[in-house]
Nanobody, 126 residues
Framework: QVQLVESGGGLVQPGGSLRLSCVASELDLNYYAITWFRQAPGKEREAVSGIRINSAITYYADSVKGRFTISRDSATKTVYLQMNSLEPEDTAVYYC???????????????????WGQGTQVTCFS
């Protein structure tokens, strides 16, 4: 059974950095895509960044472009989200997700993802 486990969240001041990890078990990352979502209190879940593992094509939400970088290590089945220049608006629970049937043109649509991690909290405050 596919399992996704996130880690790396924490407390950080504005301008700080964190690196999130998503470890995928029972999954050949060469054939899947991994997308990071986040959900802030009282807000809808939104896509942050995604990566197509076999081609390393990446996607970013406009709000994080230039600040966040997604990468993968297929050998360890890990996808990373390096988050720099964090802002209070980045405070949220961050989830990684993957799909058995993935459509790249809808990478940010959460409805296509059928495997989700449990989430990791990121809090940015001064």
């Amino acid at each position: 059974q596919v399992q996704l486990v996130e880690s790396g969240g924490g407390l950080v001041q504005p301008g700080g950095s964190l690196r999130l990890s998503c470890v995928a078990s029972e999954l050949d990352l060469n054939y899947y895509a991994i997308t990071w979502f986040r959900q802030a209190p009282g807000k809808e879940r939104e896509a942050v960044s995604g990566i197509r593992i076999n081609s390393a094509i990446t996607y970013y939400a406009d709000s994080v472009k230039g600040r966040f970088t997604i990468s993968r290590d297929s050998a360890t089945k890990t996808v990373y989200l390096q988050m720099n220049s964090l802002e209070p608006e980045d405070t949220a629970v961050y989830y990684c997700a993957t799909a058995d049937r993935y459509y790249a043109d809808r990478w940010s649509d959460e409805r296509q993802y059928n495997y989700w991690g449990q989430g990791t909290q990121v809090t940015c405050f001064s």
